[in-house]
């Protein structure tokens, strides 16, 4: 295992699956709350093996998934783009520089862009978020060595960045809207193929400027559960001494009946943090062809230690069963959008 170093490997790498997650919690002038997610994957298809894409005839593809919530009027706008092409100076910066588009949109591209452009500043667009992120911490290195050991055959190199301090525009309705708020950044990269996993997993910043980020990956009694949190003045500490369960709360999903939870209590005893996260939203639901997860913020409150806390998270609910029905007709539409955008490719 190599050790992490950076502004290199923020860049592409030559694994079977590797994605750039952005997620945050944001507010415009008059107060009203938003939530976005901004996430590209990079795969190697005979690797990775999804079943609904399998008979592409290409050996690697990028694709994102998006998300905007207006929270205060219980908004849920969701993009899926099952292939995206990338600009020729794509990875090729010293710093990372991402511009890709969905080239089956009709009367130009929408370019989108993920980019380092200094030191500690970032910049992503898409449909629904043009934002600038600064980044107040070094990167928390999940695991303590960016490095994290689920199971046999399951290993990721994966860092985070906790605690950016973000404002730009949001668009909503054609209406670009000004806002200011708090981003969270993950990158992983690994060779595994992801396809029947599932996992728990909770971006968490707290008021008091500490973060933490953890997960449950497995069922049942075969699981791996890991804590990391990074403090005010950037120290980190690393524990798999937490305890994930959910409350009463749930949400079934009138599209793929997936029930998913709405609450959850996590306790890491060792960091003596207690605390309860609530969904601000039911229904925030991705679903890629087969696959389908539960995406979204959540209000934070509770102890670490004999002090309150208070702040907001994200979870990610992977591998939750479902009723996705017509399978044929989900593997042929979306082979026929990837082969469109791959035969647009070839002729340029």
Same mark, same amino acid.
């Given at each position: 295992?190599?050790?992490?170093?950076?502004?290199?490997?923020?860049? +592409?790498?030559?694994?079977?699956?590797?994605?750039?997650?952005?997620?945050?919690?944001?507010?415009?002038?008059?107060?009203?709350?938003?939530?976005?997610?901004?996430?590209?994957?990079?795969?190697?298809?005979?690797?990775?093996?999804?079943?609904? +894409?399998?008979?592409?005839?290409?050996?690697?593809?990028?694709?994102?998934?998006?998300?905007? =919530?207006?929270?205060?009027?219980?908004?849920?706008?969701?993009?899926?783009?099952?292939?995206?092409?990338?600009?020729?100076?794509?990875?090729?910066?010293?710093l990372l520089f991402i511009n890709y588009a969905n080239p089956i949109l009709v009367d130009g591209f929408l370019n989108?862009?993920?980019?380092?452009?200094?030191?500690?500043?970032?910049?992503?667009?898409?449909?629904?978020?043009?934002?600038?992120?600064?980044?107040?911490?070094?990167?928390?290195?999940?695991? &303590?060595? &960016?490095?994290?050991?689920?199971?046999?055959?399951? =290993?990721?190199?994966?860092?985070?960045?906790?605690?950016?301090?973000?404002?730009?525009?949001?668009?909503?309705?054609?209406?670009?809207?000004?806002?200011?708020?708090?981003?969270?950044?993950?990158?992983?990269?690994?060779?595994?193929?992801?396809?029947?996993?599932?996992?728990?997993?909770?971006?968490?910043?707290?008021?008091?400027?500490?973060?933490?980020?953890?997960?449950?990956?497995?069922?049942?009694?075969?699981?791996?559960?890991? *804590? =990391?949190?990074?403090?005010?003045?950037?120290?980190?500490?690393?524990?798999?001494?937490?305890?994930?369960?959910?409350?009463?709360?749930?949400?079934?999903?009138?599209?793929?009946?997936?029930?998913?939870?709405?609450?959850?209590?996590?306790?890491?005893?060792?960091?003596?943090?207690? %605390?309860?996260?609530?969904?601000?939203? =039911?229904?925030?639901?991705?679903?890629?062809?087969?696959?389908?997860?539960?995406?979204?913020?959540?209000?934070?409150?509770?102890?670490?230690?004999?002090?309150?806390?208070? &702040?907001? *998270?994200? *979870?990610?609910?992977?591998?939750?069963?479902?009723? +996705?029905?017509?399978?044929?007709?989900?593997?042929?539409? +979306?082979?026929? %959008?990837?082969?469109?955008?791959?035969?647009?490719?070839?002729?340029?």
């Open positions: 295992m190599k050790e992490l170093s950076f502004p290199g490997d923020e860049l +592409i790498h030559n694994h079977s699956i590797e994605w750039w997650y952005w997620n945050g919690h944001l507010q415009d002038r008059q107060g009203r709350k938003y939530s976005y997610m901004n996430c590209l994957f990079h795969a190697k298809l005979k690797e990775v093996q999804f079943p609904f +894409i399998r008979s592409v005839p290409v050996d690697k593809i990028f694709f994102s998934h998006s998300l905007l =919530s207006d929270i205060s009027r219980k908004k849920f706008i969701a993009h899926v783009d099952f292939i995206n092409l990338m600009s020729r100076d794509s990875f090729r910066r010293p989108k862009v993920m980019e380092r452009t200094d030191q500690q500043t970032y910049h992503i667009k898409n449909e629904n978020v043009d934002l600038q992120l600064v980044s107040t911490k070094k990167p928390l290195l999940t695991g &303590g060595q &960016g490095y994290v050991r689920l199971m046999p055959g399951r =290993s990721s190199f994966y860092y985070s960045l906790t605690n950016l301090r973000t404002s730009g525009f949001i668009t909503v309705k054609n209406n670009r809207i000004p806002v200011t708020g708090q981003s969270w950044m993950d990158h992983q990269w690994a060779n595994v193929k992801y396809i029947k996993d599932r996992w728990t997993w909770f971006s968490v910043q707290l008021e008091n400027n500490i973060e933490l980020v953890c997960y449950e990956y497995g069922h049942s009694s075969n699981t791996v559960k890991q *804590a =990391s949190i990074i403090l005010q003045n950037g120290r980190q500490f690393h524990t798999k001494d937490i305890h994930i369960s959910s409350g009463n709360n749930k949400w079934t999903s009138p599209k793929t009946k997936a029930e998913y939870p709405l609450e959850w209590f996590v306790e890491i005893p060792e960091y003596k943090i207690k %605390i309860r996260l609530c969904a601000n939203l =039911s229904r925030q639901e991705m679903v890629y062809g087969t696959i389908n997860y539960w995406e979204g913020s959540l209000t934070v409150s509770g102890n670490m230690g004999n002090k309150r806390v208070t &702040g907001h *998270a994200f *979870a990610e609910l992977v591998g939750y069963p479902a009723e +996705i029905s017509n399978y044929k007709f989900i593997k042929s539409s +979306i082979t026929d %959008i990837i082969r469109k955008g791959w035969d647009i490719v070839k002729r340029r």
